[in-house]
């Protein structure tokens, strides 16, 4: 079933979305009354089950649903049991603690950093900022395995997803083969961000041999003029190219669930949607755009009246190349962060009090008083 979600079914940060899967929600409720018995988290499948009797019925709105993206992945996994159970208590998590504000003692994602260093451009980048992309001011760098091996040695049965991705482009770490051979089976979603510029043979078989959930390649606009205007530096024969490869070495692993997602930020009118599904659509699964945050301009972005707190703070953090934690990539110099890898684990600055304080703040209606916070647009 080819499928174009509404806005209003879809999770905040997709602007429009466009999948193929062909699971109806009486095949999910199917899906999930099976489940019992493959994950102790009971009392969250209990109410993800309620959820979707309540939708069944059609009484009133569920608290939880899947939404298309989430419907796409929970496809791929049908026939493990195992991980689809994993899979639908994680989402569950993602999407609604930082609703109900409700902290484990792990974030439901960990977005990793194997680079902050970047090959384009792109012109919504924090990465144009010189006083942080240029190398004497310390901020570029590439993660070495042995941090690495650290982090996932903590996360390993605690967290569920694993995004490789931030503020740099992933695939210019020389290591991230070996970074994805060692996640191999820990985790049941793990994402990749990247351009695509520096795919090779080696790196796609490794992407599909050890089943990355999703690898979201940024597009942004579906011809070479509007491409190369927006992902600075990069070239659209190249990303064109580069697909191919991935579909060619795709056909070597039948059995993959890896997900392949064209994604844009759109910024612009000239960024045509149904042209993007034209031309991307015949080598990914799923083409999306998403909201624009104003990243480029992170702390230069006037005061705004948002005062719903940020989803962040409830839902994911992430770890720098260099081991920084910090809550988000808007405040991509840190500002936020009072931790390093190298002294506190993720569970103690998760479950610290200068994190906490962070959510306080912004449940008391005060993210206006926290520098960049105030600026930003996420919720
Ligand atoms: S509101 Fe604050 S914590 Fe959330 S993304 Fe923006 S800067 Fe980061």
């Given at each position: 079933m080819i499928n174009q979600s509404n806005n209003e079914n879809l999770q905040p940060g997709f602007e429009k979305l466009f999948t193929d899967h062909d699971l109806s929600e009486k095949k999910i409720y199917e899906k999930l009354i099976r489940l019992e018995n493959f994950t102790a988290e009971t009392k969250i499948l209990k109410k993800i089950i309620k959820s979707y009797e309540t939708l069944l019925k059609?009484?009133?709105?569920?608290?939880?649903q899947f939404n298309e993206y989430d419907k796409l992945e929970f496809s791929k996994l049908l026939n493990d049991e195992h991980k689809l159970a994993r899979y639908v208590v994680y989402r569950y998590k993602y999407k609604t603690y930082p609703i109900e504000k409700i902290i484990d003692e792990y974030p439901p994602c960990v977005q990793i950093e194997p680079a902050s260093i970047c090959n384009f451009r792109c012109v919504m980048c924090y990465q144009t900022d010189t006083s942080f992309s240029s190398k004497k001011d310390g901020y570029m760098g590439f993660m070495k395995f042995e941090l690495f091996k650290k982090i996932i040695d903590e996360?390993?049965?605690?967290?569920?997803?694993?995004?490789?991705?931030?503020?740099?482009?992933?695939?210019?770490?020389?290591?991230?083969?070996?970074?994805?051979?060692?996640?191999?089976d820990k985790f049941v979603a793990i994402k990749i961000n990247s351009n695509l510029?520096?795919?090779?043979?080696?790196?796609?078989?490794?992407?599909?041999?050890?089943?990355?959930?999703?690898?979201?390649?940024?597009?942004?606009?579906?011809?070479?003029?509007?491409?190369?205007?927006?992902?600075?530096?990069?070239?659209?024969?190249?990303?064109?190219r580069n697909m191919e490869l991935l579909i060619d070495v795709k056909k070597k692993f039948p059995d993959s669930p890896t997900i392949i997602r064209a994604s844009g930020v759109k910024i612009s009118d000239n960024q045509n949607f149904n042209k993007m599904k034209?031309?991307?659509?015949?080598?990914?699964?799923?083409?999306?755009?998403?909201?624009?945050l104003p990243w480029e301009s992170s702390y230069e972005n006037k005061n705004n009246s948002i005062y719903k707190p940020c989803s962040d703070l409830w839902k994911r953090i992430f770890?720098?190349?260099?081991?920084?934690i910090n809550p988000c990539d808007y405040d991509y110099k840190s500002l936020l962060s009072k931790f390093n890898?190298?002294?506190f684990t993720i569970k103690e600055a998760w479950n610290s009090e200068h994190y906490n304080d962070l959510r306080n703040k912004h449940l008391k209606n005060e993210r206006s008083k926290i520098y960049p916070c105030k600026g930003c647009t996420n919720i």
């Open positions: 059609g009484e009133k709105k569920p608290i939880f996360l390993e049965g605690k967290v569920e997803a694993i995004t490789f991705a931030s503020r740099g482009e992933p695939t210019l770490n020389k290591k991230l083969i070996d970074f994805l051979d060692y996640c191999k510029s520096n795919l090779n043979k080696e790196l796609a078989e490794a992407i599909f041999r050890n089943n990355v959930q999703t690898l979201v390649i940024s597009a942004d606009a579906p011809d070479k003029v509007n491409y190369e205007k927006i992902r600075v530096k990069g070239n659209f024969e190249k990303l064109v034209e031309v991307y659509g015949k080598f990914t699964d799923s083409v999306a755009f998403v909201n624009y770890v720098w190349w260099d081991g920084i890898y190298k002294e």
